[in-house]
């Protein structure tokens, strides 16, 4: 029996894929890559990466026959030419650095979570879209949500409900004018936006946190000093409107606010 180099290191790919994955779940880490409602797909795909891993394991041991034959020749060389001297192909070297790297950063490097910083890269939604313009001057028929939200006398935001609850304020604000409101998030400056107003917003992961964007609501106040907070911060205020260019945007009328710790789940889903 001969040891075949190249299929070891295939065997030794699956078995990592295999070993990172289940390691994401298992610490939890899991949330800050992919949305919660993919977190099965991931663990299916950890089980298929296992099961290749065992179909591969035998193919790293081959026959005398197989060793002396050209098909079986690995990156290395071929195990019949040992008085030859062995040329690495570039190509192969390329094509398993590219699979390795991303493995080896990702089990002995540190996780980032996205935060401020690389909100304003990855544009700000904090107006409704032209979709939700076109029927928002009228309340046909409410969604379960925005009727919760209309018989709810304070609106409290979580990492559930964000998404939703401040959807329904960029697209019915003049329904919603006079509400309560407590939320929390990352603070962006005025400057990362042309109505020079600091915006209260949190990162919306609707697969992985490479689609990632901020969506957010305009804040009002008297304290200077909460547009120059870098770091989270839970905001209770009441909900107000402002006109431009004919617009009306949602704007919260900052009461109270005070800095906070980031989440253990920083992101928000649809």
Known sequence: ?????????????LLMFSGFIFMLHHTGEIIKFINLEYTG????????FLI????????????????????????LGCNHEMDKARKVPLKSVVVYAIIILPLVTGMFLPYKDLGAAEAVKRGICYTPNEQDLSHSDELVKPNKDLQEMLESPDLILDHVNFSTYVSNILTYPE?????????EGFILAADSNS?????????????????????????????????NVNDWVKVNGEINIMEDDGQSLPVIEVKEWKE???????????
């Open 1 to 13: 029996m001969y040891f075949h180099a190249q299929e070891a290191i295939k065997a030794i790919i």
């Open 41 to 48: 797909f991931s663990q299916v795909a950890s089980v298929i």
């Open 52 to 75: 290749l891993f065992f179909i591969q394991v035998p193919r790293i041991f081959i026959s005398r026959e197989q060793a002396e034959d050209h098909n079986y020749c690995m990156i």
């Open 175 to 183: 329904f919603l004018k006079g509400k309560s409101i407590e939320l």
């Open 195 to 227: 109505h020079d107003h600091p915006i209260l917003g949190r990162l919306l992961v609707t697969h992985c946190v490479a689609d990632a964007h901020v969506i957010g609501l305009l804040l009002s106040s008297d304290d200077n000093r909460l547009g």
């Open 260 to 270: 906070t710790n980031q989440p253990e789940a920083p992101y928000i889903y649809p």
